[in-house]
T-cell receptor
Framework: GQNIDQPTEMTATEGAIVQINCTYQ??????LFWYQQHAGEAPTFLSY??LDGLEEKGRFSSFLSRSKGYSYLLLKELQMKDSASYLC??????????WGAGTKLIIKP | IAGITQAPTSQILAAGRRMTLRCTQD?????MYWYRQDLGLGLRLIHY???????GKGEVPDGYSVSRANTDDFPLTLASAVPSQTSVYFC??????????????FGPGTRLTVL
């Protein structure tokens, strides 16, 4: 079966750095997405990786290792507004997105 | 304003009733999707459409039907609602159903409660 694993919840301090991991086992791979979802709102796109390596976009970076079935999202200089759930999703061989359950990130002052 | 709209925002429904959730996008995207999101579970695909006139079943299609008469609209119908269909429903769209870069844009969601 297809499976995407990420931690259920993480806590970090304002101004710090946090890394959210995602491991996947899917039928084929056509890219990995990270989305942010604030409570009661829709998911919004953060990043996309299809090749191995690090993609940087401002305070957020995403890393992919296809051989290990592994990705992480790195958030720097955490702000209170970063409190949200972070969803990892893999585009499988049928070009359908398979979603992880999400990691709830709690930022403390 | 470009984007995806969903209606209603929320609904309480008696079991056994028929309900249609509406979704409209104005981005001229080819592909559209319906997901349900339940606490502790990831987004689960109900049905999708890669282009107007075609639809396909996702991971959890039972009890739901869709149609795609035109590019903009993708309604989801619950023929006879059951309490297990209580969930938050998100509609999404993307530019290409079989494109590697398949960023999906989401509507605001419909919170449905079936009693």
């Amino acid at each position: 079966g297809q499976n995407i694993d990420q931690p259920t919840e993480m806590t970090a301090t304002e101004g710090a750095i946090v890394q959210i991991n995602c491991t996947y086992q899917t039928s084929g791979f056509n890219g990995l997405f990270w989305y942010q979802q604030h409570a009661g709102e829709a998911p919004t796109f953060l990043s996309y990786n299809v090749l191995d390596g690090l993609e940087e976009k401002g305070r957020f970076s995403s890393f992919l290792s296809r051989s290990k079935g592994y990705s992480y999202l790195l958030l720097k200089e955490l702000q209170m507004k970063d409190s949200a759930s972070y969803l990892c999703a893999v585009l499988d061989s049928n070009y359908q997105l398979i979603w992880g359950a999400g990691t709830k990130l709690i930022i403390k002052p | 304003i470009a984007g995806i709209t969903q209606a209603p925002t929320s609904q309480i429904l008696a079991a056994g009733r028929r309900m249609t959730l509406r979704c409209t996008q104005d981005m001229r995207h080819n592909a559209m999707y319906w997901y349900r999101q339940d606490l502790g579970l990831g987004l689960r695909l109900i049905h999708y459409s890669n282009t107007a006139g075609t639809t396909g079943k996702g991971e959890v299609p039972d009890g739901y039907s869709v149609s795609r008469a035109n590019t903009d609209d993708f309604p989801l119908t619950l023929a006879s609602a059951v309490p297990s269909q209580t969930s938050v429903y998100f509609c999404a769209s993307s530019d290409g159903g079989t494109s590697s870069y398949n960023e999906q844009f989401f509507g605001p969601g419909t919170r449905l409660t079936v009693l």
